[in-house]
């Protein structure tokens, strides 16, 4: 809500009650005035962009996609992919959540060269550079999102959001049309370049003028506003990363016909970052397995990141994530189940897909012989988990509640998710302990993978555009950490081949980036179908039947998002989105 609606509603409020609480309430309430001289009151404007990020947290939208389904029937990524996604039922909206922030990003640029964030002209004046370096690239992140989820085609147009720059008050212009799709990446990128040029690559403390910004002359200065303390903060390069994300959505088939963004220039924004970060030899040897990396999570401290993570949120105890996913005999709730399509994702261990005779995939040892990672973020029949490494049966004769559809809380696919949760979690009701977790926001995986698919697209495998690497580079190094047994001969294989490699790219991507909420978003930018039902396994006597779970309900339209049904009513210059 607007701060001065909001101070006008007090004050009705304040008025119609008792007369002796009239002083207190006008004391409690601030004004923009107030911050003038309060930093930590202004920045407080910045901080509630920040807060309303969507990675924040997981979403496992996951249980949308043909990855996964859930046991929860209340689950409202469940109730979208059955039939009940609808403008005024959308559970993957970013509209009020990333207008506010932009809202509250807008006031705090207006203000912040108002501000007196230190009496010390000199730190004043970087403080103001960097708070407002933050607030421009934060923009851009919320205008990513609400392109994400809400840029559609209305009457022949691709079309994105209002595009809002300033402050909106009591007597703003609400009823505004949305901008074009090529208008608000324009805009976004601007709000990125801007960031880019005014916050440092890193907040780290240095000693060496030489690495100064341009500028700024003095190391202690920069320290003090650039240095480690702000860590986990908006910085240069969490800003590059965030320009690959962004073009590479503009230049996926969904947008690329009528988008400005070309594959080339992603490749060259996350090429950008990935050379900073070493090349292909910056690629973490654990980065695939960075949320069970016990000693690694411990050692974090003072905003530091594992080589894996380029941005991520806070590291705290908890057992949250165990209680909603380990399987019922592990007092778990089993919530996102995995699905048999997932898990024939998987090539064997010698790269091949398991459809090609050269895998040697055995269809009744289904889960010998397979590429390491299906173990690790699958929890399959008769694989073990928690604390006391306990013997998992899903088989639908188990005769356990982790049995197939055992129980409401058993699996409904034959599989349990392991990825994301920590084993050395106990959830007994005698002894009950939490660990260390983290949520990374961007991960490096992330940004090979982003590069790969561009370099693919625009260069072909082996291209390397400007860069010291290749797709295929890329590639091989991904899927020889994850145990490809060496050669990778699947890979030499489609070297030459620009669709089987772009195949492959997008597989690895399905792998490495599962249940952390990208495929939903992958599915519908490379505009494949959405309608795939989610299968799964039913075991008995040791034989195994795949079996229908659930089908997906949508339709051709629903690869854009909607325009909240309420916004439209509200302001009719709002354009809905087609099939909406």
């Excluded at 469940?78 to 403008?87: D, E, I, K, L, V």
Aim: proline residues 5%.
């Amino acid at each position: 809500m607007n701060t001065k609606i909001l101070l006008f509603l007090l004050a009705i409020l304040t008025l119609t009650g008792c007369d002796d609480l009239f002083e207190p309430a006008i004391e409690n309430n601030r004004d923009l005035d107030d911050a003038y001289n309060d930093p930590t009151y202004a920045e407080g404007l910045l901080l509630n962009a920040y807060l309303r990020i969507p990675t924040l947290n997981w979403s496992f939208d996951d249980v949308a996609t043909d990855d996964a389904v859930s046991n929860d029937i209340d689950n409202n990524f469940r109730r979208a992919a059955t039939g009940q996604w609808a403008s005024n039922f959308d559970p993957f909206t970013q509209w009020q959540r990333s207008r506010s922030a932009i809202q509250y990003l807008n006031i705090f640029l207006s203000e912040a060269d108002n501000v007196e964030w230190a009496t010390d002209p000199n730190i004043n004046a970087l403080y103001n550079r960097r708070l407002k370096g933050e607030a421009y690239g934060l923009r851009g992140l919320h205008m990513y999102y609400l392109l994400q989820a809400h840029a559609g085609f209305a009457n022949g147009e691709l079309l994105g959001v209002p595009i809002i720059l300033e402050p909106e008050n009591p007597e703003s212009e609400f009823n505004l049309p949305r901008a074009t799709f090529n208008a608000c990446m324009t805009q976004l990128m601007n709000d990125l370049n801007q960031a880019d040029e005014m916050l440092a690559l890193d907040y780290e403390d240095i000693n060496d003028p030489s690495l100064l910004p341009s500028g700024i002359t003095n190391t202690n200065d920069f320290n003090r506003v650039f240095g480690e303390r702000g860590r986990q903060r908006v910085s240069g390069r969490i800003v590059k990363a965030l320009k690959a994300q962004a073009a590479l959505m503009a230049a996926s088939p969904a947008y690329s016909d009528i988008s400005d963004i070309s594959w080339e220039m992603a490749a060259n924004y996350a090429g950008d970052v990935l050379t900073l970060n070493g090349g292909i030899g910056g690629i973490a040897a654990n980065g695939h397995t960075w949320y069970t990396n016990i000693a690694e999570i411990a050692a974090l401290g003072g905003g530091s990141n594992p080589r894996e993570i380029l941005w991520r949120g806070d590291v705290s105890n908890s057992n949250n994530l165990e209680a909603d996913h380990f399987p019922p005999t592990l007092n778990g709730r089993g919530r996102l189940n995995p699905t048999q399509n997932l898990v024939d994702a998987f090539p064997t261990v010698n790269g091949y897909p398991i459809s090609n005779p050269a895998s040697n995939y055995d269809p009744a040892n289904p889960y010998t012989n397979r590429d390491p990672r299906l173990r690790a973020y699958v929890l399959v029949n008769r694989a073990t988990a928690g604390v006391n490494a306990s013997t998992i049966i899903t088989a639908a004769d188990g005769g356990t509640d982790d049995a197939l559809n055992e129980e409401a809380t058993s699996t409904r696919t034959g599989y349990y998710m392991r990825k994301l949760l920590r084993q050395d979690v106990n959830l007994s009701t005698a002894t009950t302990t939490q660990q260390l977790h983290y949520k990374p926001r961007i991960r490096y995986t992330e940004l090979y993978l982003i590069y790969a698919e561009a370099a693919n697209e625009a260069w072909g495998p082996t291209g390397t555009g400007s860069y010291a690497f290749s797709a295929y580079d890329v590639i091989a190094a991904i899927r020889r950490r994850a145990g490809i047994t060496q050669p990778d001969a699947y890979l030499e294989s489609i070297r030459g081949d620009k669709n089987a490699m772009r195949t492959l790219i997008r597989n690895e991507r399905r792998l490495e980036l599962c249940f952390e909420g990208f495929r939903f978003w992958d599915l519908r930018r490379w505009g494949l179908d959405l309608t795939e039902t989610a299968d799964g396994v039913s075991i008995v006597n040791g034989i195994f039947n795949r079996i229908d779970v659930e089908e997906r309900q949508y339709q051709d339209y629903m690869q854009y998002g909607p325009v909240p049904y309420l916004e439209t009513l509200k302001f009719d210059e709002l354009e809905q989105n087609r099939g909406w």
